[in-house]
């Protein structure tokens, strides 16, 4: 169970959650404003953060199991990481609120090196070269946010079939948004967001 008071041990890690596993507490949501409309991507942290200013709690289901993959190649790694790089720029409440991301991406490295030395050693030189694209297509994005056009249109590897992804109001929500409906609670405020699998295409 996290909480804003829980930033200065977790740090930017406060406020991960992930909509690929997530459910939401549709009044908590609501009352944080939901889903931002423009936003390149990233719309689950900047919903999580602002719960937790309200007050709300996340809860993480560490014995839930969910199979989620991506496979992304050497210029989706490059997108993707410019997009999370102009989403910080944009939203750079987030870091001033919970701390900076830089620490936590230096863990990240080194764990995954050690581990493929000792187990996948075949895999160091991609793993190296993904690792130095995220790094540039970061730091380019941070840099050069303000030249680029409205985020719904910025370069961006969450695109549909149609072109960049929207996120509507939250009371106007796709049905594959998951939402859990409850009353309004009293002090103190239960979880607002649980990491666990869920079945998509339930609106409560």
């Not at 560490?62 to 993707?80: I, K, L, P, T």
Request: include cysteine.
């Amino acid at each position: 169970m996290r909480s804003l008071a829980d930033r200065d041990r977790f740090g930017i890690k406060t406020v991960f959650i992930s909509n690929s596993f997530a459910g939401y507490r549709r009044s908590a949501l609501l009352q944080a404003g939901g889903f931002p409309r423009h936003t390149v991507m990233n719309e689950d942290t900047f919903a999580a953060g602002k719960m937790l200013l309200h007050g709300w709690k996340l809860q993480y289901c560490a014995d839930a199991r969910v199979f989620h993959s991506h496979d992304y190649g050497f210029a989706d790694e490059f997108r993707r990481y410019f997009d999370i790089g102009v989403f910080h720029n944009r939203a750079a409440w987030l870091q001033r609120t919970f701390g900076g991301a830089a620490g936590e991406g230096k863990r990240f490295v080194g764990s995954e090196m050690r581990y493929l030395f000792r187990h996948a050693p075949a895999l160091l030189p991609s793993a190296m070269l993904r690792t130095l694209l995220k790094w540039l297509g970061y730091h380019i994005g941070r840099s050069c946010h303000r030249r680029l056009r409205p985020a719904s249109t910025a370069i961006s590897a969450c695109t549909g079939p149609t072109g960049p992804l929207h996120f509507p109001h939250p009371r106007r929500q796709a049905r594959t948004d998951f939402a859990i409906s409850a009353s309004s609670p009293g002090p103190p405020r239960p979880a607002a967001l649980v990491n666990f699998p869920l079945p998509t295409g339930f609106f409560a």
